[in-house]
């Protein structure tokens, strides 16, 4: 089935949402972009500036100080929360059909996969909130103290377009259970479900003024809000050059508090000892080539021992064919687009430099273009590259994994820590002592062993090296929207 028709049927909000209204941008700008699925206008998202910034910020501001979210309880939070879960699942089909159409990857991806795991990772926070305690020092005669988490106040959020709603979840989740108030901006590539989900909280209970929403630029809306001096933390997904400038910002400013979850290049080690080969690639296939590769933890440095190396290829080429792109609308397609124009270009622009270098280049044979103006791409596999090639060092964001070969698994390890990433990686071995050799020496914030993006909500996620600071997802990340407060105490008898 095609769910095209049924988005000219929606009445699509492109204000931001500020104290709990939605309002026009007051420069009365707006974002400019074309479609990535047929290249039609999609200009007109309201385009926040520093007045826009300034008046959500307030709002914010004064909502945290009345105490109307930040001193309620936990009981409540947990209840208005999980309202916004359950209105979220009502209305999932209109977020689905919301970030298909601005992000272009498919229907049936967002629907089936990404909101539930939106409304699933809300759901975990709001029910952890009430459970989760703080800690006390114990009392001897006459010294006593209590270690509590106290909200932040203003958090910034600024969202990435890869998964716009699991994303902003696994961040205002823990952040609006801690009691702080919100300003979410999301990219210029995917606000629309973000501006929708402002409405929902609204209908939910959230307080006016708890949760904004500021659509623009973010080299406007993203550093003014990442500058503000009443934004007391700053939480970002994106790309490593933005999150260091996160980090200036935040230096230049109030020293805010700050949380980056950044890019990657996941090392994928295939060793000698592994038998499930099929299988190993048939995993790496599902999350590389997923949702166009768009995905900072995909394995895209596949690294194999030498003895396995020509069977792993042949079984990824066979396994790359299920990630065809197509048209994003039609609901038996599991992929679609990438992004913007500018994000094709850039990765055709990766994949060209790859056929110039001389490396081998295989790219699905099976194509089902759509449209002529569409923005997809052949899951592609680079192999015979040297290891110091930009396209196994950066990240391409884009369908495309390198190949490398390593001649035992002290190599395999060396050539996945020669890398500024650190965030996801994996090792398939049927030998358990290599297995934790791998695991406890590849430089990632998470590791996989004989499988890959599986973990649930109770896994910290978030890297380190230039992969970022921080985590998303789990029981760690109430600590990143908090802060610890000793109060002690003196017992005079
Ligand atoms: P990508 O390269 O994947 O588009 P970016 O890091 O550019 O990722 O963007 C991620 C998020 O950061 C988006 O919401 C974007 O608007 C925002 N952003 C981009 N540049 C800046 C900036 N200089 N300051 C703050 N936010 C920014």
């Known amino acids: ?111 089936e996969d990404s909101i539930p795991k939106a409304i699933e990772a809300l759901r975990y926070f709001a029910e952890s909130i009430d459970k989760y305690y703080d800690m006390a020092v114990p009392a001897d005669n006459t010294e006593f103290g209590i270690i509590k988490k106290v909200p932040l106040g203003v958090v910034g959020l600024i969202i990435p377009w890869n998964d716009p709603m699991v994303v902003a979840a696994w961040k205002y989740g823990p952040a609006l259970a801690m009691g702080n108030s919100v300003v979410l901006k999301p990219a210029e590539q995917s606000s629309l479900s973000a501006i929708y989900l402002a409405g929902l909280t609204k209908e939910a209970g959230i307080p006016d003024g708890v949760f904004n929403v500021v ?44 949380g980056l979850e950044c890019g990657g290049k996941g090392p994928y080690i295939i060793t000698d000892s592994c038998s499930n080969i099929k299988e190993s690639a048939k995993v790496l296939a599902d999350n590389m080539f997923y949702n166009q590769g768009q995905i900072c933890s995909a394995p895209s440095k596949v690294i194999v021992a030498e003895r396995k190396y020509d069977e792993f290829l042949n079984a990824l080429k066979v396994e790359c064919e299920r990630y065809v792109p197509g048209d ?58 040297d290891e110091k090639n930009r396209l196994v060092t950066e990240e391409i964001f884009g369908p495309v994994v390198v190949v490398l070969k390593a001649k035992d698994t002290y190599d ?42 599986n973990d649930d909500n109770r896994a910290p996620f978030g890297g380190v090296k230039e992969s970022g600071l921080g985590k998303d997802k789990s029981i760690y990340a109430f600590d990143e929207y908090s802060d610890l407060k000793s109060i002690w105490v003196h017992i005079r008898r």
Not at 100 to 108: L, V
Not at 227 to 240: A, C, P, Y
Not at 245 to 258: E, F, H, L, P, R
């Open 1 to 111: 089935m095609n769910v095209q028709n049924s988005i000219g049927k929606l009445k699509i909000e492109k204000r931001a949402y500020i104290n709990g209204k939605y309002v026009n941008a007051i420069g009365g700008e707006v974002i400019e972009k074309i479609s990535p699925i047929d290249g039609t206008d999609l200009s007109g998202i309201v385009s926040c500036k520093k007045e826009d910034i300034n008046l959500a910020v307030k709002a914010a501001k004064e909502a945290f100080e009345s105490g109307v979210w930040s001193r309620s309880t936990h009981t409540y939070r947990k209840e208005v929360l999980l309202c916004l879960a359950s209105l979220m699942e009502e209305k999932r089909e209109i977020l689905a059909l919301l970030d298909t159409y601005e992000t272009g990857r498919a229907y049936k991806n967002y629907y």
């Open 215 to 258: 659509p623009g630029y973010g080299e406007i809306a993203g550093k003014e809000l990442a500058l503000h001096k009443d934004v007391r933390g700053i939480f970002f997904t994106g790309s490593s050059e933005v999150g260091k400038k996160i980090m200036t910002y935040a230096g230049k400013s109030n020293m805010k508090k700050v």
């Open 328 to 385: 994003p609308f039609d609901d038996c397609n599991n992929v679609g687009c990438v992004v913007s124009r500018e994000q094709y270009n850039k990765v055709k622009g990766y994949i060209d430099e790859g056929f110039k270098s001389g490396a081998e280049i295989y790219q699905a044979k099976n194509v089902k273009k759509h449209h002529k103006n569409a923005c997809c791409i052949q899951p592609t596999i680079i192999s015979c590259i």
């Open 412 to 453: 395999a390890v060396r050539i996945a820590n020669d890398s500024n990433y650190g965030l996801a990686g994996a090792v398939w071995t049927d030998d358990l002592n290599e297995a934790f050799y791998v695991a406890n020496s590849v430089e990632t914030g998470l590791f996989h062993i004989n499988s890959y993006g």
